[in-house]
């Protein structure tokens, strides 16, 4: 079984940056894809990006690129997702979530394992 906690959400202004921080335990988790998704409220939870088992295999939503970065570090089993340039549309729960392949996907469903959950809110 995988536990995953994010953290590292909070309120901030539009332009700042947040950095949050998902924690996997039980497995070891460096061969995993690791995805982070959100939802905002009154809509369905979308995909924001993921990293393969290769820091180089990266994916992400249109509406971030180029704001957001993916990364990770196996050795603390924690991945990461540095938000800049916040805007208020970014206002969501976030998730982390955990795929046993090692390629990165979009696809939710892909997916086995999912945390709690982080609030982000950017206020205008």
């Known amino acids: 079984q995988v536990h995953l906690v994010e953290s590292g959400g909070g309120l901030v202004q539009a332009g700042d940056s947040l950095r949050l921080s998902c924690v996997g335990s039980?497995?070891?988790?460096?061969?995993?894809?690791m995805g982070w998704f959100r939802q905002a409220p009154g809509k369905e939870r979308e995909f924001v990006a993921a990293?393969?088992?290769?820091?180089?295999?990266?994916l992400y939503t249109d509406s971030v690129k180029g704001r957001f970065t993916v990364s990770r570090d196996s050795a603390k089993n924690t991945v990461y997702l540095q938000m800049n340039s916040l805007k208020p549309e970014d206002t969501a729960v976030y998730y982390c979530?955990?795929?046993?392949?090692?390629?990165?996907?979009?696809?939710?469903?892909?997916?086995?394992?999912w945390g709690q959950g982080t609030q982000v809110t950017v206020s205008s």
């Open positions: 979530a955990a795929d046993i392949n090692t390629e990165a996907t979009i696809w939710e469903y892909e997916y086995d394992y």
């Open positions: 990293i393969g088992r290769s820091i180089h295999n990266t």
């Open positions: 039980g497995r070891t988790l460096y061969s995993w894809t």
